[in-house]
């Protein structure tokens, strides 16, 4: 190593996707691999590496608020080098190296696997690049779980997304390439696969326009030390029987689809370009609650969108009561530039949209409890993700709650448990946030 790269400490703000949060991962390692030390705090580090999202405004601004903080820890000498990447430095680049010229490098996605070589440049430093690229991870998520990013960009025409137009057409991984990074994260101790695309379901079909989500979860079952799979972002028109059938057959499966909707009314879908009509995504989710009631269905919905009336708001409303999902999110509709829905006509006013939002976030918090309410004294067997010093409680999920995205299950136990081991936990209480869990005796 360049001696003046020598003693360097690197951190990141990662405020990216689960996507993004694996491309820098994998360009700590990268670093790390060329001998610069990874730190948590930025405050201790001479590099700052703020990974940013740019699908939503409020997004945005938080990249851009934590990019000035940063540019200012290195006004006041705190630290040297403060670089950006993510989706906003891909959509922004030019942009942001007009109006924020403290940034020393914005990376874009091409730039990612030649951040060696850029930090080297930084500082006027020699570098070589490896002879064989080493495409290792360093975990920034508590737990023995892992994101596995199986494809970028997305073929959806989604009138208010920004993705196909900062990530371009969609574009599978290659299989092997993935089931080797599987492997990779089985022997560092990682138990869960967490596969995340814009859209899996998708997986293969811009080959040869063969589906292969199938045959790759299937190679990633085999692979040892690997006990739970689970889906994120699955498409509607493409949660095939196929696929639900082999959900619930493969024991590593996670009894666990996340689905976004997005809306039920037939024009609303019309206009955002949703593939399923109204009809269609009755008899779909009709159809996994009556012949798959096992699998836990997650999904998101946008609320204010351009034209939605009291009757369409409610109608989505009367959706959630009826059919009471496990987990649903909610947005706000934002207007975003250069997307079909930014020039429509009908816009809500910000105050509406807000009141929907806020009116159908309690709704679906009611409709939590009681879900809530019938998992009081049922077993279910739970990955620990980490111990909580400050307090004095033990951190995990079920198969049937993902990691971060939904309720966590904290337990009071110092004796029976182990972080990254799996346990019995009997579901005790719930506070609206997570369920409390106490270490079910028959796991001993």
């Known amino acids: ?197 814009q859209d899996v379901t998708r997986y293969g079909e811009d080959w040869d326009g063969q589906n292969c989500l199938i045959d790759l979860c299937k190679k990633l079952a085999k692979i040892e030390g690997i006990e739970w799979i689970r889906l994120h972002y699955a498409y509607p028109e493409k949660t095939s029987k196929a696929l639900l059938d082999y959900i619930v057959k493969e024991p590593k499966m996670c009894k666990y689809l996340d689905m976004p909707l997005q809306h039920i009314d037939r024009k609303i879908l019309a206009s955002m370009r949703r593939r399923l009509n109204e009809e269609k995504t009755r008899e779909l989710v009709e159809k996994i609650k009556t012949e798959y009631p096992q699998i836990a269905i997650r999904t998101t919905f946008i609320v204010g969108y351009p034209g939605e009336t009291k009757e369409d708001f409610k109608k989505l409303c009367d959706f959630c009561k009826e059919t009471k999902f496990d987990y649903a999110g909610f947005f706000p509709f934002y207007k975003e530039e250069n997307t079909p829905s930014f020039y429509m006509k009908k816009q809500l006013s910000n105050w509406t949209k807000q009141r929907r939002f806020k009116k159908i976030k309690k709704l679906q918090a009611g409709i939590v409890f009681e879900k809530a309410k019938e998992n009081m004294g049922k077993v279910f067997k739970v990955l620990i993700d980490y111990f909580d010093e400050n307090r004095g409680i033990y951190v995990g999920h079920s198969e049937f709650l993902s990691p971060t995205v939904d309720f966590a299950v904290e337990i009071e136990d110092n004796i029976n448990i182990e972080t990254g081991k799996f346990v019995d936990v009997q579901f005790v209480g719930f506070d609206g946030e997570n369920y409390k869990g106490v270490y079910y005796e028959s796991s001993k």
């Open 1 to 197: 190593m360049d001696e003046k790269l020598k003693d360097k400490k690197v951190s990141a703000i990662s405020l990216g996707c689960d996507k993004n949060r694996v491309d820098l991962e994998k360009m700590l390692f990268r670093l790390k691999d060329m001998g610069l030390e990874i730190v948590a705090e930025p405050q201790e580090a001479d590099i700052v590496i703020v990974n940013t999202c740019a699908f939503i405004q409020p997004a945005r601004q938080e990249a851009i608020d934590n990019i000035f903080e940063m540019c200012h820890l290195k006004a006041s000498g705190v630290i040297e080098k403060v670089i950006v990447s993510g989706c906003l430095a891909q959509r922004y680049k030019k942009d942001l190296e007009k109006e924020i010229p403290e940034v020393d490098a914005i990376l874009t996605a091409e730039d990612n696997e030649n951040v060696c070589a850029i930090v080297a440049q930084l500082y006027q430093a020699k570098h070589k690049d490896a002879k064989k690229k080493n495409d290792g991870r360093i975990f920034t998520n508590r737990g023995s779980f892992a994101y596995l990013k199986i494809a970028e960009g997305c073929n959806n025409v989604c009138s208010y997304c920004t993705i196909p137009r900062i990530k371009g057409r969609y574009q599978s991984y290659d299989m092997k390439l993935v089931v080797k990074e599987a492997e990779y994260l089985a022997q560092n101790g990682i138990k869960e696969l967490v596969l995340v695309a």
